[in-house]
């Protein structure tokens, strides 16, 4: 576990053309501990963006706050009323950074907001997005969600032609392209940029006017649009990382932003043109095996769908006798429920998550320091004891984590525990904005199924296999999906992320 000196500031708000002034910022010093030793995946980003709405900046906190799992370490929103651009962004969750008081600088009717867990550039507020550039072609405010492939060579071209970049994010590459394009109209040029870019993107931008969102043109990243109907006048268009926004929104979902597709909303109503065309399908699969909400729909599926699926699969491809099926909470439980009812075995809620555990834990006392775990997951024990147990849990990264969550499962009285995941293994680090240990930590790709399942101490241990997960994530048969972290298959011509790239990796 790692302790370090942590230095955090909250609450900037940019310099603007409202020539508003500067929030007050408040630094402080304290010592961090990660509970998570052995973490899941990193969530990627979550993005909204709302046109036409009196308080738009609220329908963006409201939206960020239900796309706060997809990010946690930063937040930013930014505004336009026809004029000017305003934008704050701070280090920590959502409702922490937007208070009443915050949300009162921001006015307009138009809104971009992010949520951010940092991939590429460092987790310094420098890099909370939306990020907003003055550039050649008027204000321009982005916010992203991916990772782009081909950082180098777009930076040193873009530097060469006399670019100063404002971040080491690798958002504002997009920005310094339409600033840099020679096309002759804002639309044409953004369209330029991102048919330069390669990689993952789900964006949405902003000027003083227009609101524009887009998708790279593979699909990697999900991206909706909704609408707000209005009695009184124009109806408000939204968009969001994913559907479960909309509800908080009282939006309904209109359709996804296509893959390759840029999406305008001005005055005048939706306008819609397909800047890339010809690309296969890669929406990430691993959205719905952890990453988005079972409350949310993805690429025209339901994650609720395709992971009851998965627990069904699990059931059908690696079903053994047991006594009890227990979630390993809370991104187990779909999956866990699909497979109890398929085996037709008892659903026990046998683990308790601490929801409290925040991203940090402040440790009182070195004696804790061995909690892990413990701190965030707690078993029952009248539900355990005696019992013969299958554990579903969503992915096995390094391994530590799954071997302390058997043990604790045994120590509350397991007769026997069976772990069944509802993802393969995962064998390759991930470059399309899910932060994944390298391929030297990655436990999969270093051991067998069976040299797993003795390092985790398991009595037994199956993974869904490839056919049987995409299976389960297709409903209509035709979405086609990125499986590089469990193939090592990538979907983009070059990987060229030196900052992320693991040295033991074999692409
Ligand atoms: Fe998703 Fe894995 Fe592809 Fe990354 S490599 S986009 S996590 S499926």
Request: proline share 5%; net charge negative.
């Amino acid at each position: 576990m790692t302790q370090r000196l942590f230095q955090g500031v909250i609450g900037e708000l940019e310099e603007t053309s409202l020539g508003a002034p500067g929030l007050a910022s408040e630094t402080w010093d304290f010592f961090q501990t990660n509970p998570n030793e052995d973490p899941k995946l990193k969530e990627e980003c979550g993005v909204v963006a709302v046109h036409g709405h009196p308080d738009a900046a609220r329908e963006a906190y409201l939206g960020l706050y239900a796309l706060q799992h997809r990010g946690q370490e930063s937040a930013g929103i930014a505004t336009a009323d026809g004029q000017h651009l305003a934008n704050i962004k701070g280090m920590g969750l959502v409702s922490e950074i937007f208070t009443e008081d915050v949300l009162a600088k921001l006015p307009g009717s138009m809104a971009i907001g992010h949520t951010r867990y940092s991939t590429t550039g460092d987790s310094a507020l420098l890099n909370a997005q939306p990020i907003r550039v003055d550039s050649t072609k008027g204000l321009i405010a982005i916010a992203h969600n991916g990772n782009l492939v081909n950082l180098g060579n777009l930076r040193t071209s873009l530097e060469r032609a006399g670019a100063y970049f404002q971040t080491t994010s690798d958002s504002e590459i997009i920005v310094q392209l339409i600033a840099h394009s020679s096309a002759s109209s804002l639309v044409d040029a953004i369209a330029d940029s991102l048919s330069q870019v390669e990689g993952a993107f789900s964006i949405v931008m902003m000027t003083r006017d227009r609101i524009f969102a887009a998708r790279d043109p593979r699909g990697f990243r999900p991206l909706s649009m909704g609408r707000i109907r209005n009695s009184d006048g124009p109806d408000t268009i939204v968009f969001a990382s994913e559907t479960c926004a909309f509800d908080l929104l009282r939006a309904e979902y209109e359709r996804d932003v296509l893959p390759g597709e840029l999406v305008m909303v001005t005055e005048d109503g939706v306008t819609s043109r397909q800047y890339a065309t010809g690309y296969p399908q890669s929406s990430c699969i691993f959205e719905h095996v952890y990453f988005a909400r079972p409350d949310s729909r993805i690429f025209g599926r339901w994650v609720q769908e395709s992971r009851d699926q998965m627990g069904r699969q699990l059931a059908r491809e690696s079903g053994v006798p047991a006594d009890v099926v227990v979630p390993v909470p809370d991104s187990g439980v779909t999956a866990a429920l699909g497979y109890a009812e398929e085996a037709r075995i008892p659903f026990r809620m046998g683990l308790i998550r601490n929801h409290y555990v925040g991203r940090t834990f402040i440790e009182p006392e070195q004696r804790v320091r061995d909690f892990g775990v413990r701190l965030k997951l707690n078993p029952v024990h009248n539900l355990l004891e005696g019992k013969r147990v299958i554990l579903i849990d969503d992915s096995i990264i390094r391994g530590t984590t799954s071997r302390k969550i058997v043990r604790m499962v045994r120590g509350a009285g397991a007769k026997e525990v069976h772990l069944r995941i509802s993802c393969p293994p995962t064998i390759s680090p991930c470059f399309y904005g899910v932060d994944t240990p390298s391929k030297r930590d990655l436990i999969a790709a270093n051991k067998s199924v069976e040299e797993i399942r003795q390092f985790i101490e398991a009595d037994s241990l199956a993974y869904i296999s490839l056919e049987g997960l995409l299976k389960s994530c297709d409903g209509n048969g035709h979405t086609r999906y990125c499986t590089a972290c469990y193939t090592g298959n990538y979907p983009t011509q070059w990987v060229d992320v030196e900052d992320i790239l693991p040295a033991a990796a074999a692409i």
